[in-house]
């Protein structure tokens, strides 16, 4: 069993977690008072939503740990599962979260992880600005036709 299903295991055993798939449809997630705090999208790592203030607060520790990524300004962070010290690992920063979420009430959903597609919105249709630019400008000037010089110089 390599990693990540370990940590699975263990974090299932946790009462104020539920599993369930996760919001970005990629792997398996785990959840707090409707807010997804660990994501498994692979066997070799897992991603965690802190809050700012945690990422602030354990950036130097964090950034010192061979098996976490962070990305300035995010709130996921990722950790490289390789060994059980991974796992132990990611078992703290997941109580991290958890007391974290307990201290301060979420008032707004749990941001996107790097795996969630954003909502495609519709754009303009093709041919759309033309079409806007010909009800503007209806007048607009065609370009002289193209001529061909001659030998002598002359077009025709």
Known sequence: MTA??????LLETWPNLVSGPPRCAVGHA??????EIVHFHSDD???LCLTPTAVE????????????????GASWITVLLDCDADVQLLLGLVSVA???QGAVPLRRPTPPC????????????PGAARRVVDRLMPHHRQPPPLTTATADGRGH
């Open 30 to 35: 785990f959840a707090s008072a409707g807010h």
């Open 45 to 47: 790592s897992a991603d």
């Open 114 to 125: 790097d795996w969630e597609r954003p909502a495609v919105v519709p754009g303009p249709r």
């Open 98 to 100: 958890l007391k974290e």
């Open 4 to 9: 990540a299903p370990r940590a699975i295991a």
């Open 57 to 72: 607060r354990l950036l130097p520790q964090l950034l010192h740990a061979s098996a976490i990524r962070v990305r300035p």
